[in-house]
């Protein structure tokens, strides 16, 4: 009897604290990224990671500025820079002032010169743009703006990292340079000559090519001039079905050497190499080891895994855009001010709960922060990807990776 | 050379899968008129059934058993989808197909999920057969070798050397005349889509584990069998066969030379400009043969529709 009573007082408390809470208005961050179409399944475990960062981070911690929650509020864009802009009109009627999205530069680069246009026309309504994963250095170099904040490295940051650890390695005297057939595949491969060509004049680039995208079957016949040209490591920026089809290939051809990648990893990717990947792929990313060396990050994964036991942890960098949000939040001390808290997202220094610095460069919205190469290798669950046994190990860390990589950002500040 | 020999042998491995899809499509396409553009949506069926079968009772019972359960489903849709769409014409068939194609797409992805599936060859295949000169020739590679020819010969003994095979080959050119003659021409419909689709099922099941299976696998071979039966001739399996070869070739020889437009021009005697940002033609300098492989097949679709519109082995105009 008496323990049903301190359940009645018990819920009747819960229930005045869920009202109490809910009348604080939340403050609402829209996910602009896909939702439906071919890359749906990223889009959807992308928005999962913000609602579990958002939840675990800031709303059961008490929220920001005395009890104001975040809200994830999800908008379709199906991966096309034209409805993304729709959508962001649609958010912005809604009175949301922070603006999340990462599949797609092409995507980002329309949403980072919309906002600019609307910021300067509606100074009542602006909004920040929080650019979580598009990784065209243009972003941050000739298209920078206030508004846009890049908590992803971009790709010639990776490409440093990726070509350190190559310069690192004696063994590797011969590359093969392979990508997709449009702008991010170009840049990669200009980005990978480039470097080597100051770190290493002495590798030879034995090939360097780009294929149709989404339009080769059969990549046995690149995996065999790749074999034919006697590379010793070869280099990609592929992605999705290309990336997995190209890297099979490779490996069931007989290549042995690494293969340097930006994507190979996780949304059935992984689970699809399984065994045969070990040793051979590696990844260049921002992001923890698995299992992380901090108890609480993995507590982290634990719980995201018993909530979304089919998605992964494999954008970690989600954290840290809603950690520094509300950080920043918090030093404003308002949410409807963005230019307020874009001022105090520039320049802070924070920690990540992956471990290492965080530090938001106010010359061109950057954040710096430890790139690694991970290797594909044997992990136990539940830091493994797809629920295959397999995942990300750190192989080596550049820290504070490119801090003074040279930017032709000239901010203008409102 | 060596690499000529790795390529015969790679592109002879994408032919043959490529010939297992058209074999089944020419065969429907030619005796019933429809474009059957679920075909490889049956294709990525087998994969996926296949792969289901493959994680409970492993990959063996998978090749016998999603085929017959892809063929099956095939024969149902023709008794009663297409067969009810058929006394409208055309095109009710044509959209009921594409309907279905797009219907199966979204089963799969909702069954599965969007992303790939770790579909794997069986761990008794999975080692070197051989090498040449350092490229490895896989042993799953020869056992796909070795499926499509012999599902080629059973296909054609069937075709040539029995009753059924008679029946079908007259209901291809004169399906009226066989239904008078008394023959359950529906019922051959219906088998030769059930056959047809099924065939598709064992491309998929034998395909799936190295080409990957996910939900865009149809797409991505979708168009090239229709190129296929229309080069090959329609009806004709053996236009399939050389079709088929003749595609795989092509677009493994193309993938794997980087030979580019520029180097044909200046054998031509051209001059390559200074300045390529200023050419008019810049975009055609800079391009390579991998570059423009994945069209060759379409060029050639089309070179045999204006020179031999019959296809090579066809016996009708399409």
């Given amino acids: ?414 | 050379m060596d690499l000529i020999l790795v390529n015969l042998i790679d592109g002879l491995v994408t032919g043959l899968l490529l010939f297992m899809l058209s074999s089944g499509l020419t065969l429907i396409f030619s005796m019933m008129g429809v474009l059957n553009f679920a075909h490889a949506s049956f294709y990525m069926l087998g994969a996926y059934f296949a792969y289901q079968i493959s994680r409970s009772i492993g990959f063996w019972p998978g090749l016998l058993i999603a085929p017959l359960v892809v063929g099956v489903l095939g024969a149902l849709v023709e008794r009663y989808g297409l067969r009810r769409v058929h006394k409208y014409g055309h095109v009710p068939e044509l959209i009921f197909t594409f309907g279905l194609a797009l219907l199966i797409e979204e089963i799969v992805q909702f069954f599965w999920g969007r992303s790939q599936v770790a579909f794997d060859p069986p761990a008794i295949l999975q080692f070197t057969l051989f090498s040449i000169s350092g490229n490895s020739i896989p042993a799953y590679k020869v056992f796909m070798i070795f499926i499509s020819l012999a599902i080629f010969i059973a296909l054609l003994m069937v075709l040539t050397r029995t009753r059924v095979g008679l029946i079908i080959q007259a209901a291809l050119s004169h399906p009226h005349t066989v239904e008078t003659l008394g023959h359950n021409v529906p019922l051959v419909f219906m088998g030769v889509f059930g056959v047809g689709t099924a065939l598709a099922g064992v491309a998929g099941v034998i395909a799936g584990p190295v080409l990957g299976t996910f939900p865009g696998m149809a797409i991505v071979l979708g168009s090239i069998v229709f190129v296929t039966i229309v080069v090959g001739g329609l009806g004709s399996l053996w236009g399939a066969l050389v079709a088929s070869l003749l595609i795989g070739w092509i677009t493994t020889f193309a993938a794997s030379y980087n030979v580019g437009l520029a180097d044909v021009f200046m054998a031509l005697g051209f001059e390559r400009p200074d300045d390529l940002s200023e050419s008019m033609f810049r975009d055609a300098w800079s391009l390579t043969l991998p570059q423009v492989g994945p069209i060759l097949p379409y060029l050639l679709m089309v070179l045999i529709l204006a020179f031999r519109p019959r296809g090579l082995f066809g016996k009708r105009e399409v």
């Avoid at chain 1, 508004?147 to 790709?155: E, G, I, L, Q, S």
């Avoid at chain 1, 350190?164 to 005297?173: E, F, H, R, S, V």
């Avoid at chain 1, 920690?351 to 710096?368: C, T």
Wanted: aromatic letters at 8%.
């Fill in chain 1, 1 to 414: 009897m008496k323990r049903s009573v301190n359940l009645a007082a018990a819920t009747a408390i819960g229930l005045a604290l869920g009202a109490s809470s809910a009348m604080a208005e939340a403050i609402k961050i829209a996910f602009i990224d896909p939702l439906s179409g071919a890359f749906a399944s990223t889009g959807e475990n992308g928005l999962h990671q913000y609602e579990f960062a958002v939840e675990t981070i800031v709303n059961e911690k008490g929220g920001v500025l005395g009890g104001k929650t975040f809200e994830m509020v999800g908008f379709d864009n199906q991966t096309s820079p034209k409805e993304s802009l729709i959508q962001l009109q649609v958010a912005i009627d809604q009175g949301i002032r922070f603006i999340v999205q990462g599949n797609s530069s092409g995507v980002a680069n329309a949403l980072t010169e919309a906002v600019e246009k609307h910021n300067n026309r509606n100074p009542d309504s602006r909004v920040l743009f929080l650019n979580y994963s598009a990784v065209d250095p243009a972003l941050t170099n000739e298209k920078c703006n206030f508004w846009h904040f890049r908590f992803d490295a971009h790709a010639d940051i990776k490409m440093d990292a990726l070509t350190d650890a190559i310069k690192a390695n004696d063994a590797i005297n011969k590359v093969y340079v392979v990508g997709q057939d449009y702008s991010f595949g170009k840049a990669v491969a200009a980005a990978a000559v480039a470097m080597l060509g100051e770190k290493r004049p002495d590798i030879e680039i034995v090939g360097n090519e780009l294929h149709p995208i989404g339009k080769v079957k059969d990549f046995t016949p690149y995996a065999r001039k790749i074999i034919a040209a006697e590379a010793d490591a070869v280099i990609t920026g592929n992605w999705g079905s290309d990336m997995l089809g190209l890297g099979k290939a490779i490996i069931e051809n007989g290549f042995t050497g690494p293969i340097f990648t930006y994507y190979a990893a996780a949304d059935g990717i992984t689970a699809a190499f399984g065994e045969s990947g070990v040793g051979v792929l590696r990844l260049v990313a921002e992001g923890p080891n698995n299992p992380p060396a901090d108890e609480a990050a993995q507590e982290y994964i634990r719980a995201f895994k018993a909530k979304y036991p089919e998605g992964n942890i494999s954008q970690a960098r989600v954290t840290n855009v809603v950690d520094m949000l509300a950080q920043a939040i918090e030093k404003a001390g308002t949410a409807d001010d963005v230019v307020a808290v874009g001022m105090a997202l520039e320049g802070m220094k924070t920690e990540s709960m992956w471990g290492g610095e965080l530090y938001m460069r106010p010359e061109d919205h950057q954040l710096i922060q430890n790139v690694h190469v991970f290797a594909h290798s044997k992990v136990e669950a539940p830091f493994d990807f797809d629920n295959s046994g397999y995942g990300l190990t750190h192989e080596t860390t550049v820290e504070n990776a490119s801090a003074d990589i040279a930017t032709t950002c000239e901010m203008e500040r409102p």
